[in-house]
């Protein structure tokens, strides 16, 4: 079911709902007048009138996520650091008010009505489970303002002041079931973290099994931050699925893989895609444990094109020889750029008049060209499978012909109808 949310967008029950209980108990977001705004909070106080204009980061550097979301801060301040050093946005310098969501959604929400009504930034990049994006969408909403979503998501969801700068359903789950049924695949175990990205992920996964001749053999969930898998580890174990689909979120990866390797299963008897592990938790988890297991996303760090080597060397030229950069990284940097590029296409910091810039709008990022869809304010990607190697790298063993168009409602796809 979709509900029409302000501007002509649709959004979940849940996050209206949420509103309101953010609402009740009396958080930063729920009184727009003790941060000098309107009762409405529709008026920007967004100051234009100097040398630079004011953007909001807020990621975890704290919590069970921080493991995933400080390199998202690291690839964001790096893109920052670049297009000021370029002149900034419409003459303005970047400046950068970063707030630390804690891995929490409600403090997500509430540092996002902080950069929103008191810090007066033009615009939030950040975020990272499903969880946090949808306890922020009503304050964006209600604020009309903006926030750039870097990650992967599950879909079903388009918002006129979200702009999702990770691949949606079709752009890394559906691609990954092919290659999976393309190498013969019958039987699936699921196994993800309990909150709404892997739940919502495995109703669309169970529905292409259905469709594909797939068997679900078993489906499995467990908190943020677990670090228990031994009865899951089990249960897999003793399923004989053909392949593990992997949605476990931050630190609970590193015990899951690990308990994995102690059963003796290995990627040649019991594969696993996984489609939040990237580059930087390779180190946390243990090459031994995860060496040639298969991920899905549209960016590796090992990719050859010419704006990825000028993007590889800038980040460990500023942060380091030895860290590497990952998907939700590279769509952090880009959704910063893709930024810009609508501001100085619309001529003004304005979010109405951003948004009507946005179609169209593209960039050469170090994955390939992406291009902003305006009709659901998701992008152009290129969905690539890729087997993690002895270095620790990840390399592609398949990659999509061409750049895939975002579908977040999956309305190309028969055997999805009513799934939103």
């Known amino acids: 079911m979709k509900v029409q949310s302000i501007k002509g967008a649709f959004i979940p029950v849940a996050a209206t709902a ?46 069970t996520m921080a493991i995933s979301e400080t390199t998202v801060f690291d690839s964001l301040t790096l893109a920052a650091e670049e297009i000021n050093a370029d002149g900034g946005v419409l003459g303005k310098q970047l400046e950068v008010i970063s707030e630390d969501g804690a891995s929490e959604p409600t403090k997500f929400a509430e540092r996002a009505g902080k950069l929103i009504q008191q810090d007066c930034t033009a615009a939030v990049f950040g975020g990272w489970t499903s969880s946090s994006r949808k306890a922020m969408l009503p304050v964006f909403e209600s604020n009309n303002a903006l926030l750039f979503y870097p990650v992967q998501y599950e879909g079903l969801e388009s918002s006129e002041n979200i702009f999702y700068t990770g691949a949606t359903t079709n752009q890394q789950i559906i691609p990954a079931l092919d290659y999976l049924a393309e190498q013969g695949t ?123 080597t000028a993007f590889v060397s800038a980040f460990k030229d500023k942060y380091g020889a030895d860290r590497v950069t990952s998907d939700p990284m590279e769509a952090a940097y880009t959704s910063l750029y893709l930024w ?77 109808s009513g799934l939103s």
């Open 340 to 416: 810009k590029e609508m501001v100085e296409k619309a001529g003004s910091f304005d979010v109405d008049k951003v948004q009507d810039a946005a179609d169209g709008v593209s960039f050469e990022a170090p994955e390939g060209t992406v291009t902003v869809n305006g009709e659901n304010n998701h992008i152009t990607k290129t969905p690539r499978i890729g087997k993690i190697t002895s270095d620790g790298l990840i390399e592609t063993v398949w990659e999509a012909p061409e750049a895939v168009e975002p579908d977040p409602y999956l309305e190309n796809y028969d055997w999805a």
């Open 186 to 308: 019958k039987t699936i175990f699921l196994v993800g973290s309990d909150y709404v990205f892997p739940r919502t992920a495995n109703k669309i996964i169970n529905a292409y099994a259905e469709a594909h001749g797939m068997e679900i053999v078993g489906e499995e969930y467990t908190p943020l931050g677990s670090t228990e898998f031994s009865t899951i580890v089990n249960k897999v174990r003793d399923s004989g699925a053909d392949a593990v689909f992997n949605t476990l979120n931050g630190d609970s990866n590193v015990a899951f893989f690990r308990q994995y390797t102690s059963v003796g299963l290995t990627p040649d008897t019991m594969p696993v895609v996984s489609v939040s592990i990237a580059e930087e938790e390779v180190p946390g988890i243990g090459l031994e444990n995860i060496e040639g297991q298969l991920t899905a996303w549209d960016y590796y760090q090992t990719l050859d094109t010419p704006a990825n």
């Open 18 to 63: 949420l509103a309101a209980v953010l609402a009740g108990c009396g958080s930063q977001i729920a009184d727009p007048a003790a941060a000098g705004q309107p009762s409405g909070g529709t008026d920007s106080c967004v100051d234009t009138s100097g040398d630079s204009i004011k953007i909001g980061f807020l990621n975890s550097l704290s919590g």
